[in-house]
C-alpha cells in the first residue's frame, strides 16, 4: 500500500465506505428504527435528544416547538456539511406534526447509513422574531459502532439568549 498512489487509496477508502453502507442498509429495519426513535428519542416535552447509532445507522431525532408565531427552539442534526434531512444518503425521513396548546410542534428522525469518521453536529437553536442563533452546538465522530464526542460548546452570541 505504501507504493500506491494518493488516488487509489481514496479509491480504496471510498470502496470501503461504500461497503459498508451497503451492509448498514441491508440488516436494517427503517420503518422499526424510526418507529422506535419516536418512541425514545425525545423528552417529555418534545426536545430531539441526541443522535445515535444503531447498526451501522445514524438515527437523528429532531424538533421544532413552536413558543410564539414568531418565535421556536429546535434541535437538528448536521451531517457532514449537510442537514441531515438534505444529506444524499437519507435512508428514511419522516416528519410529524403535533399540536400541543394551540401551537404546532414537529418532530422527525432521519436515518443515514454512516462509516467511520463521518462528523455529525448537533445544533440546538432559538428563532426569535425571525433571526435564528444558536444556543449549543455538540460535535460528534463515527468511531465503529458509537458516536465519539468530540466538542460541546455554546456559541457567545447565545449566553442566556436564544438563536
Known amino acids: 500500500m505504501r507504493a500506491w498512489s494518493d488516488a487509489q487509496l481514496r479509491e480504496v477508502a471510498e470502496l470501503v465506505r461504500a461497503e459498508q453502507v451497503r451492509r448498514a442498509v441491508l440488516s436494517a429495519d427503517p420503518e422499526a428504527l424510526c418507529e422506535a426513535a419516536f418512541a425514545d428519542a425525545f423528552t ?19 424538533s421544532i ?25 437519507v435512508l428514511l425521513d419522516e416528519v ?34 425571525g433571526a435564528h442563533r444558536a444556543t449549543s452546538v ?9 458516536l465519539k464526542l468530540v466538542q460541546a460548546r455554546t456559541p457567545r452570541s447565545a449566553h442566556g439568549r436564544g438563536r
Open 96 to 129: 410529524r406534526k403535533l399540536p400541543d396548546k394551540g401551537k404546532e410542534h414537529q418532530r422527525s428522525v432521519t436515518l443515514i447509513p454512516v462509516a467511520d469518521g463521518q462528523k455529525v453536529d448537533v445544533i440546538a437553536g432559538r428563532m426569535t422574531q
Open 65 to 89: 416547538r413552536r413558543r410564539s408565531a414568531t418565535s421556536h427552539d429546535c434541535v437538528f442534526a448536521h451531517v457532514d456539511d449537510h442537514w441531515c434531512w438534505e444529506h444524499p444518503d
Open 44 to 62: 417529555h416535552r418534545g426536545i430531539a435528544g441526541q443522535p445515535y447509532l444503531a447498526g451501522g445507522i445514524l438515527v437523528c431525532p429532531g
Open 138 to 146: 455538540t460535535s460528534y465522530q463515527v468511531d465503529g459502532d458509537r
